[in-house]
């Protein structure tokens, strides 16, 4: 991380996501405990462990880096806690995909400049934005599609 932190504006930034630590660092999960209330409509949970999909991931990078626009895997619903530093989401409706999304999965890229010819209806969309900081939790409701960036 220290090695990368420092790189010129125009360098990729490196993006560890979606490490799922409990593989490597079992001795982390216990660290990790989600409160009641996240767990209360969890389909996942219902089926035997050895079935339900790994999402306790964790994400690190420095300011700067960012996560595509996207809608979480099998469109489920997500909570994100941040440990350090800050970052951006930008959040749509599931309504506002149309003007954002040309075939599954395939997004905008907010970060450049309005694509007139393969999204030309792009200013339609209606963003909410907020910052999250350190100690805070977001919500992100199923098929809303997102996109973050580290601001530290």
């Given amino acids: 991380f220290e090695q990368y932190k420092d790189a010129a504006a125009s360098d990729p930034i490196p993006y560890l996501r979606t490490w799922y630590f409990a593989d490597d660092v079992p001795e982390l999960v216990d660290d990790f405990t ?16 050895d079935l339900q999909p790994p999402f306790q991931w964790l994400f690190f990078g420095p300011a700067g880096t960012q996560s595509k626009l996207h809608v979480d895997i099998w469109e489920t619903d997500a909570w994100l806690g941040m440990l350090e530093g800050e970052k951006t989401f930008t959040l749509y409706h599931p309504a506002q995909r149309k003007y954002l999304e040309r075939e599954l999965n395939e997004w905008t890229d907010l970060m450049a ?13 209606m963003p909410a934005q907020t910052l999250l900081r350190a100690g805070e939790i977001i919500y992100i409701p199923r ?5 973050a960036v580290a601001q530290s």
């Fill in 34 to 49: 989600p409160p009641p209330l996240f767990h209360t409509s969890d389909a996942f949970r219902k089926l035997p462990e």
């Fill in 113 to 125: 400049p309005p694509n007139m010819e393969l999204y030309p209806e792009q200013h339609k969309a």
């Fill in 143 to 147: 098929k809303w599609p997102h996109h």
